[in-house]
């Protein structure tokens, strides 16, 4: 039997990724329609254009719903997958240059940037899903890809819905050391712990055997992460996500930010307005080149994959934003944590793992006590709570400056920031 994919922020210069996914799985995952929804009309037109002679040019032969109306595209729906940006590219610069004014990282996804992107998204993803409650089939899954993933995911579970948050990071890792070792990539497993561009390798098992001694030993003819020491990561015994850089060189990345260099929202919206352009031309029937250089390295791969392993019951492995139940022992079980998880129609098992190492627990009961917080600001518009949680953030302001920085992100994204504005 057919299925229903409602796809919300279809406008993104991702969907052709997604669209290139679900065409090279039709025979594991028969799609009866595909509802492209976004607010943009033009970004919907263009973008969905290209999806439509992607799915022709793959021989898919239902009609591709294009439509304004969210309620039409979550009608029935089986798969709900969510890829919008509150706020657009414009909200990410100020979320990427008002933070190191204050002395801190601007970061979309971490430190009081991506505390600003909580309080966007929060309330409109919740809404969202809980119209697909309203309106979707029964059992309909709720997949999550806005930044940050983890925290958004965590409000929906504690909200209890029927959800999973997906992140491409390491299934992107995944396939650069499946090359690196000529091995197809379904042989390689990793031993991925921690949160939501938070996370690091225990374990890269190939064909079962743990090959990371070997990487960690090769790290200064062959670096899996660029910038980070090999004597660090020997001494994490473990791979660090690009993401920990933030973390471990706070002061660096703040001076560099400070420097006035171009920020990867400037570089992103004149990728997208190339992108764009490239989309535009009637001839084009798959993603360009260019697209690569967006950031979705494998974000087909990662979102068609889940859906079509919840579909039919793959019973495969997949690193998903779940919720913890016992996987990390010294974690609580209600915590959402970025981890393997056996993937079927019932949704995402997490595999048993051992508990965090004291430099990797610590970094995450921190970094967890702050997403409660946000997403208790981001519910309230309480700006008690929202000055809590910005302190709270690892990568957060000093007391001292916390109150002003905190009023400058709120002034500067007040039309996204309703309950942080009531009217009178």
């Not at 439509?52 to 793959?58: I, P, Q, V």
């Amino acid at each position: 039997m057919g299925v229903k994919v409602a796809v919300v922020g279809a406008g993104s210069t991702y969907t052709p990724e997604l669209v290139e996914g679900f065409a090279r799985r039709a025979d594991r995952f028969p799609m009866e329609e595909l509802a492209l929804h976004d607010l943009d009309p033009e970004r919907l037109e263009i973008v969905g254009g290209l999806a439509e002679r992607m799915l022709r040019r793959a021989g898919y032969a239902r009609p591709l719903v294009r439509t304004l109306d969210r309620g039409r595209a979550l009608e029935g729906a089986d798969f709900v997958i969510v890829q919008l940006r509150v706020g657009g590219n414009r909200a990410r610069y100020l979320d990427e240059t008002i933070p190191p004014r204050y002395g801190c990282v601007g970061q979309e996804t971490t430190g009081p940037g991506g505390f600003a992107k909580a309080l966007r998204t929060v309330p409109v993803v919740l809404e969202l899903a809980e119209e697909t409650a309203r309106r979707a089939a029964p059992g309909a899954w709720f997949v999550d890809f806005p930044n940050p993933t983890g925290l958004v995911t965590q409000a929906l579970l504690d909200a209890g819905h029927r959800a999973l948050g997906l992140c491409n990071i390491a299934i992107s890792l995944q396939r650069e050391l499946a090359a690196r070792f000529g091995v197809e990539p379904e042989r390689v497993e990793l031993e991925h712990v921690g949160l939501n561009h938070l996370s690091w390798e225990r374990a890269v098992r190939v064909d079962g055997v743990d090959r990371l001694p070997e990487i960690l030993e090769r790290l200064e003819e062959e670096p899996v992460e660029a910038g980070f020491p090999p004597e660090l990561v020997r001494a994490l015994g473990a791979l660090p996500s690009y993401y920990l850089r933030y973390y471990y060189f706070t002061d660096r990345i703040v001076a560099e930010q400070r420097g006035g260099a171009q920020t990867r929202a400037e570089e992103v919206m004149e990728i997208e307005a190339g992108l764009l352009e490239l989309y535009r031309d009637p001839s084009l029937d798959r993603k360009p080149e260019l697209l690569e250089r967006r950031g979705g390295a494998f974000y087909s791969e990662a979102a068609a994959q889940l859906v079509a392993s919840l579909h039919e019951g793959a019973g495969d492995v997949q690193v998903v934003n779940v919720r913890n139940d016992g996987a990390i022992p010294n974690l609580p079980p209600e915590d959402v944590v970025e981890v393997p998880a056996r993937i079927d129609r019932e949704g995402a098992h997490p595999l048993p793992l051992a508990g965090l190492a004291p430099e990797m627990l610590g970094l995450v009961q921190h970094a967890k006590a702050y997403e409660r917080l946000a997403i208790a600001a981001a519910l309230t518009g309480d700006r008690t709570t929202a000055l809590k949680a910005l302190i709270t953030n690892p990568l957060g302001p000093d007391a001292d400056v916390a109150p002003a920085l905190l009023a400058e992100l709120l002034e500067a994204h007040r039309a996204f920031l309703p309950r942080f504005f009531p009217p009178g």
